[in-house]
């Protein structure tokens, strides 16, 4: 089958084109899709999409045009398919539910060890021959109090390397799970998770429930942040008002793998442009602000298993007429 691959990078071309194993014919198209470039699809069944792809009523109206039958979403999350105009459209859409929760898992603690001891910072400094320590210092995470929020593949990763440094685990999840209690985590409700954590990692889905988790009234409610981090999707936190936390002191610092306006900036090369996003440039004014581009999943082990089920998706949909992990509507 025909499959044009949007939003495709080199090492997207190469781990999907080794996991094809040349069954189907691949077109590979570095333009991201929505509406205007959907077009692109025509003469394929199926689309291969990632996770800012622009998959609205719009989008998914023309891909319908052109006769498209099957998005295979090369990511887990789907909170920008307009998955009721799929189902309407007779689009079957399928993604990767899980790939690999340790490479989410290891970001998350990259960015807590990196942003902790300011190593981004020191790092630069020792390459001037800076060997000061003023403003480097740091915290133990031994005996601090981590709040997690999402327990699920990524969150019972994150827990299990937080125990080994021994810290307390508190959790908020709507669906409790033995693995994590098993782990030494404590549920407790939201608000007793915002007062008692000195750090805030946030692993649950965007959905209707969790835009915005972190609002102006959460930040009122938390006593002790020292940090919080979010590695899950950018529309959990309001921004403008975690942007007020940082400049009150409300949140000692801030950790972010994902941004609410990241489709605009992340995952290409704009450092020869002005940035125009002016919350995006107020949070990289602060000095207790560390920012990565969606790069949680970017290990070899992630995107071998993301090629792998993808292909799996897209064979199984030509051979079965339906693929291995569509996704049913809540
Ligand atoms: P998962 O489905 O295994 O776990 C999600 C957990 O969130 C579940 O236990 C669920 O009950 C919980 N949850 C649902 N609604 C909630 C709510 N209102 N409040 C608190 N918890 C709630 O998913 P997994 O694999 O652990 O991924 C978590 C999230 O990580 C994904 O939804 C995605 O947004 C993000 N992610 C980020 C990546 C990155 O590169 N930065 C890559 C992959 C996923």
Known sequence: MRVTVFSAKPYDEDFLTSANEGRHDLVFTEA?????????????????????????????????????????????????VDLTMADRLGIEVARVPSYSPYAIAEHTLALVMTLNRKIHRAYNRVREGNFALNGLLGFDLHGKTIGVVGTGGIGRNVMRAF????????????????????????????????????????????????????????????????????????GVIDTLAVIEGLKSGQIGALALDVYEEEEDLFFRDLSSTVIRDDIFARLLTFPNVLITGHQGFFTQEALFNIARTTMGNISAFEDDGKSLHPITRR
């Open 163 to 234: 125990s080994g440094f021994g810290c307390n685990l508190l959790a908020f999840d709507p669906y409790p799970n033995d693995e994590a209690v098993a782990l030494g985590a404590r549920y407790v409700d939201k608000d007793e998770l915002l007062a008692r954590s000195e750090i805030i990692t946030l692993h649950c889905p965007l959905t209707p429930e969790t835009r915005h988790f972190i609002d102006e009234a959460a930040i009122a409610k938390m006593e002790r942040c020292k940090m919080l981090v979010n590695t899950s999707r950018g």
């Open 32 to 80: 991201a899709l929505h509406a205007p470039t959907a077009k692109l699809a025509s003469g394929s069944k199926v689309i291969c999409a990632f996770v800012n792809d622009d998959l609205g009523a719009s989008t998914l109206s023309v891909l319908h045009e052109e006769g498209v039958k099957l998005v295979a979403l090369r990511c887990a999350g789907f909170n920008r």
